[in-house]
């Protein structure tokens, strides 16, 4: 529920907040007051939260800094790559030139974009079949990498066959 604000914040459209709020609400029916309360305590004392007096009277519960890297680093474990029923025949490629004094931050960018699914195109340039950006952005934003980091949507690249037999994948016959 707390990650909710978070995700409110990034979203960028108008229709990404309302199912991020619908959601929100579903999982609120679901939740054990008692035991809901007794995790806020616990976050006061982690410092995870802290408590804001509004000009009416109210109390509003924030993040702290901490606590907004705390749930990223849950949502950044959890991050999957959305396949849908049909591939359009766009590749979308991931390129980086990430500084050496960074190395830990482009050897873990590398691990990631792995584990979601990319292909090593070179060295710094990966490749997936399926949208992608919206994943990119928060794993560039988790590694604090994102001057380094270009990201784009191609229809045509050299080697096409090695990709689609990579990623089991059949061209498109209307392109």
């Known amino acids: 529920m707390l ?9 960028g459209t108008l229709g ?3 199912r991020i709020l619908r959601e929100i609400s579903r999982e609120w029916k679901e939740v054990d007051k008692s035991y809901l309360r007794q995790i806020v305590r616990e976050f006061y004392q982690d410092r995870l939260v802290s408590e804001r007096e509004n000009v009416d009277g109210t109390k509003t519960i924030v993040l702290t800094e901490r606590g907004k890297k705390r749930v990223v680093a849950f949502n950044f474990s959890a991050i999957k790559i959305k396949v849908p029923p049909v591939w359009n025949g766009l590749w979308h490629i991931v390129i980086f ?10 050897l873990s960018l590398r691990d990631k974009l792995l584990d979601l699914g990319f292909f ?15 994943e990119v952005d928060f794993v560039v934003e988790y590694f604090e990498v994102r001057r380094f980091v270009r990201y784009g949507i191609l229809d045509y690249i050299t080697n096409e066959a090695e990709l ?3 990623f089991n ?3 498109p016959s209307s392109l």
Do not use: M, N, T
């Open 3 to 11: 990650e909710a604000g978070i995700a409110l914040s990034f979203a």
């Open 169 to 171: 994948l059949k061209k």
């Open 97 to 106: 030139d990430i500084p050496e004094k960074y190395k830990w931050a482009r």
């Open 16 to 18: 990404r907040q309302v």
């Open 164 to 166: 689609l037999l990579r």
């Open 120 to 134: 090593q195109y070179q060295k710094s340039v990966y490749i997936h079949p399926f949208a992608c950006k919206d």
